[in-house]
């Protein structure tokens, strides 16, 4: 199956057209060979710059006819490669030229790395290029295919590189169809199917690969689709995929509309539930954070996603949103309000959404807290205390400014009168809000025209202008008075949101800081919300955590619990003083943190508690890799040479039967060896092997390890080991130790190199090292060495299962010494043994004297 997707980005010369296979042995080199041979007919001057067959005889055909530039040889660590000769295409220049493999590391020594690099150089040139990439070698699904495959991938290439391709092809297969060609010996050699079949190729496998492959493409199809609309200016929605989008307000209904959007979208294959909340751009709206949280979490558990907008006009923001998402239906949650609210209050935001909805589908999902809302609130909630004081207040400070402007009757005129009662009133609306204000303004109106409009202590007016006077003086009154208690509320709300914003980043700030976030954030809700105590207890009545403070002994005053609920197991449990509505909010916000550190630790302990068993797990499955084949090859030569002495058909020459006995001997005694190894490493993982110190001479152990070498004639050039201290050691273990090492360093060193091995002696210490002329080990590989069942490059099979340097590390840290690596000066690595010394320094005079000089 082909998917074709068109990127013209016009940046380059050349034009890059990618193959991208769901898996190995899709077909993709057979397609950019289809292709190829399709543009040389069209008079296309085409030539393959560097091709990888894999043996495979369709593909090879298709080479017929076509050019294929010679390949560059690098010489690398005393071997060739062949690579794409950069110089000589750039020379040639075709007019298209086909790359297989882009995510190729390059041999050094050429100009660029990666292969890629390569093919950025050819498009600059201004030559178009076919290539081919795998999906498992796209960097951002490069852990991803990992935790598929259990195999990670070592080549990758940017993701840009493959998305800038001005043209995209994918090439699928079905799981079922690809085994059978692998079955047929289409992908590779017959001897490697099994494996391959059981391993990398199983239909999980390949089903998940195949659709990392379909939803990137897709993903690219949408970036295409949104560039086309943008360039076009087209604003209308294209039906191309359900996208719910589900509107939220931090409300109690909030997980009724997700869970409804999220049934609408599973409707169709591939729908997509999308979560908005508006927030205003004062970021002074009233929404619960701690619902929020909730809610995002319920989102992301359904496989949706979760977003916050500004804006002040929800309607648009909303409806902005779904359009740039390509949604094709809003769901929104019937309005909270009552009758007489809606009515005093105009169409809310659900009518003015479906009214300017066009061709996206609404859906108005009603809810158990429909028309449960309060009427319009006239002003803040304070108090009980300073709501009285408001009213006292509108009530004395009129009367006070009449007393007052009374007494300067004859020098102030009734313009200043009504101006300063309003300023009365302004003071009365900062006091007690709104309603008090508006009690302060009609007294005020009263007496300003009882006393001070003529004919006065009358509440009849004389003139037209004094009447307007009066009306507009109340009107002025409300209204600033309305305009002082909304500034003062947003003024309050505004301070109480740096306070909780403040307290919540300092609670995620203790989260993502990880060790012992528990008690760090009971702490902090204790010490934030001023209680006397935090728990955190089971369902039970299991005390989780716990945070209190420390009381003087006369300490008195009411005392309130709080419980909320953490999760479904757990409940967080205040003690102190009664909650506001606004404190509790928040500790809603507090307690999904909460959740979530007490779920992380959860996850924390099992992950512990796996691990062990993770590593015997590994550790099994790698026993069995390895051994299955080193078992394998010394019992057959012994089977077989045994085998062919005990046949009565044939009739062996003394010469040949010395030869298979001594080729069943030599296979006896690696089987040997390799299950001594064995039986070590599993004592050494349990504990169980026991030690027998004793003071032992390393000239005396060199020589029954070299005994027990594969190669008796191996170049071993010992250095001062007769005149090194004893080292306190088992004999057999060191010898063990010895051996493996050397025959390490026997395997890797030189051709024609002898491996020295020395020895030296620094205080209590005594440091034997193994020196070879080998390639060297890189710094970043040094520790992996040492692990069970790796060799050096993980290339060859035959030298052993890897357990060689494990296990000689195991013994020395047993006996009480270390093995390390190190450099060896010139080049090749040295492997330092260090040992304690059997004899103290105070009793070695000669060594002492030698270290002094």
């Given at each position: 199956?082909?998917?074709?997707l068109?990127h013209?980005?016009g940046?380059?010369?050349?034009r890059?057209?990618?193959?991208l296979?769901?898996?190995?042995g ?6 950019m060979?289809?292709e ?9 001057d085409?030539?393959v710059?560097y091709?990888?067959?894999h043996?495979?005889?369709?593909t ?7 050019e294929v530039?010679p390949?560059?040889?690098r ?10 000769d950069?110089?000589g295409l750039?020379?040639?220049?075709p007019?298209v030229?086909l790359v297989?493999e882009?995510a190729h590391t ?8 990666k292969?890629?690099?390569?093919v ?14 795998n999906?498992?070698?796209?960097e951002?699904?490069?852990?991803v ?8 991938q070592?080549?990758?290439v940017?993701d840009?590189?493959v ?10 297969m079905?799981?079922?169809?690809l ?9 590779y050699?017959?001897e490697k199917v ?7 190729f199983?239909?999980?496998n390949?089903?998940?690969?195949r659709?990392l492959?379909l ?6 199809v949408?970036?295409g689709?949104r560039?086309?609309?943008a ?6 929605v294209w039906e191309t995929?359900e996208?719910v989008?589900?509107?939220l307000?931090g409300g109690?209904e909030?997980?009724t ?12 294959a591939?729908?997509d539930?999308?979560a908005v909340h508006?927030?205003?751009?004062d970021g ?7 619902a929020?949280?909730q809610q995002?979490?319920?989102?992301e ?7 916050v907008?500004?804006?002040d006009?929800?309607p648009?923001?909303?409806?902005a ?9 809003l769901v929104l ?14 169409p ?7 009214d ?11 809810h158990?807290?429909t028309?449960?809302?309060r009427l319009p609130?006239?002003?803040r909630?304070?108090?009980r ?6 009213y006292?207040?509108?009530?004395a400070?009129?009367?006070l400014l009449?007393?007052v ?6 020098t102030?005129?009734?313009?200043t009168?009504?101006?300063?009662f ?10 007690g809000g709104?309603v008090?204000?508006l009690l302060?303004?009609l007294?005020a109106?009263?007496l ?23 009306v507009?003086?109340?009107?002025i ?16 709300r ?10 919540l980043?300092?609670?995620a ?10 008690p ?8 934030a919300?001023?209680?006397?105590t935090v ?10 955590a716990?945070?209190?403070?420390e009381?003087?002994d006369d ?17 967080l ?14 500790l809603?916000?507090f ?11 959860r996850l ?9 068993i993770?590593?015997?797990?590994r ?7 390895a051994v299955?084949?080193d ?5 057959a030569a ?8 005990r ?7 003394p ?5 298979l006995l001594?080729?069943a001997?030599?296979s ?11 039986l070590?490493?599993?004592?050494l993982?349990a504990?169980?092997l ?5 003071e032992?001479?390393?000239d005396?152990i ?15 050039q ?6 090194a ?9 060191l ?17 024609g190199a002898?491996?020295?091995?020395t ?7 005594v440091e034997?090292r ?19 069942f ?6 060859d ?10 296990l000689s590390r ?11 690596v190190e ?10 043994l260090t040992?304690?010394a059997?004899?103290p320094p105070?009793?070695?005079s ?8």
């Open positions: 199956m082909a998917r074709d068109t013209g980005t940046t380059r010369g050349g890059l057209r990618v193959y296979g769901s898996a190995p899709v077909g993709k080199t057979y397609r060979l289809d190829a041979r399709r543009r040389q007919e069209r008079g296309a085409v030539v710059g091709i990888e067959c043996g495979r005889r369709h090879e055909g298709m080479l017929a006819g076509l530039l390949r560059a040889h010489s690398y660590r005393d071997a060739e490669f062949d690579e794409m950069l110089d750039l020379a040639r220049r007019s030229v297989d882009l390059n041999i050094p020594g050429g100009r660029h790395a292969r890629w690099q390569d950025e150089e050819i498009l600059a040139a201004g030559i178009d290029v076919i290539t081919t990439v999906i498992q070698h796209l951002s699904l490069n852990d295919v990992q935790k598929i495959t259990g195999i990670p070592r080549e990758t940017p840009e590189v998305r800038r391709a001005d043209q995209i092809e994918l090439v699928d079905a799981p079922q169809a085994r059978r060609r692998m079955a047929h010996g289409n992908v050699k017959a099994d494996a391959a079949l059981s391993n990398y199983r239909v999980g390949l089903t998940a690969l659709e492959a939803l990137w493409v897709a993903g690219r949408d970036e689709l560039d086309y609309r360039s076009h200016n087209i604003d209308r995929r996208r989008v589900v509107a307000t109690p909030g997980e509309l997700i869970r409804r959007a999220a049934r609408i979208a599973d409707r169709t591939g729908g539930l999308i508006v927030s205003r751009s002074l709206a009233g929404a619960s954070s701690g929020l949280a995002r979490l319920l989102v558990t359904l496989g949706g996603s979760y977003h907008v500004v804006g006009d929800i648009t923001a909303l409806l949103f779904a359009r740039a998402h390509d949604a094709t239906q949650g019937t309005s909270r309000r009552g009758r007489i609210n809606r009515f005093l209050t105009g809310g935001i659900g009518e003015t959404t479906v300017a909805s066009e061709d996206i589908d609404v859906h108005m999902v009603t158990e807290f028309g449960r809302g609130s006239l002003g909630r304070h108090s205390r300073r709501t009285i004081l408001g006292l207040s509108g009530l400070v009129p009367w009449t007393v402007l009374s007494q300067a009757h004859d102030i005129n009734l313009t009168d009504a101006l300063i309003q300023l009365g009133v302004v003071i009365v609306a900062l006091l709104a008090s204000a302060a303004a007294f109106s009263v300003l025209n009882y006393y001070f409009i003529p004919p006065v202590h009358s509440l009849t007016i004389g003139e037209t202008n004094n009447i307007v006077a009066l507009v003086f109340a009107a009154a409300l209204a600033v008075s309305t305009v002082v208690d909304h500034a003062g509320r947003l003024t309050s505004a301070a109480r949101a740096t306070a909780e914003a403040e307290t980043s300092t609670l700030g203790s989260v993502l800081r990880g060790a012992d976030a528990l760090a954030l009971l702490e902090k809700s204790r010490t919300f001023g209680m006397r728990a955190l207890l089971t369902r039970t009545g299991e005390v989780l716990h945070s209190e403070a009381l003087p300490s008195a005053g009411p005392v309130e619990t709080t419980e909320v609920p953490v999760g479904a197991d757990a409940v449990v205040l003690t102190g003083r009664r909650l506001p509505a606004a404190d509790q909010r928040v809603t916000a307690a999904a943190h909460v959740g979530a550190a007490l779920e992380r630790d924390a302990v099992v992950a512990a508690e796996v691990e062990p993770k590593a015997a797990d550790m099994r499955t790698a026993l069995l890799a299955s084949h078992l394998r090859t010394p019992l012994a089977l077989a040479s045994v085998g062919s002495l046949s009565p058909d044939v009739e062996f020459s010469e040949d039967q010395a030869e001594a080729t001997d030599e006896l005694v690696k089987l040997t060896r390799l299950v001594d190894n064995l070590d490493m599993s004592r993982q504990g169980a026991t030690l027998h110190l004793t032992t001479h390393l005396e060199l020589p029954r390890a070299l005994d027990s070498l594969p190669d008796p004639y191996a170049p071993i010992p250095l001062d080991l007769d005149t201290p004893p080292v306190l050691a088992d004999p057999p273990l010898e063990r130790v010895l051996a493996n090492v050397i025959t390490n360093a026997l395997r890797h060193n030189a051709p002898p491996v020295l091995v020895a030296s002696h620094h205080a209590d210490l034997v193994v020196i070879d002329r080998g390639p060297g080990i890189a710094p970043e590989d040094r520790d992996s060495v040492f692990l069970p790796q060799r050096l490059g993980d290339t099979n035959t030298t052993g299962v890897g357990l060689g340097l494990a195991g013994l020395a840290e047993a006996m009480g010494g270390s093995l390390e450099d060896t000066p010139g080049g090749g690595t040295t492997m330092l040992l304690p059997a004899v105070a009793t070695t000669d060594f002492g004297e030698e270290l002094q000089a």
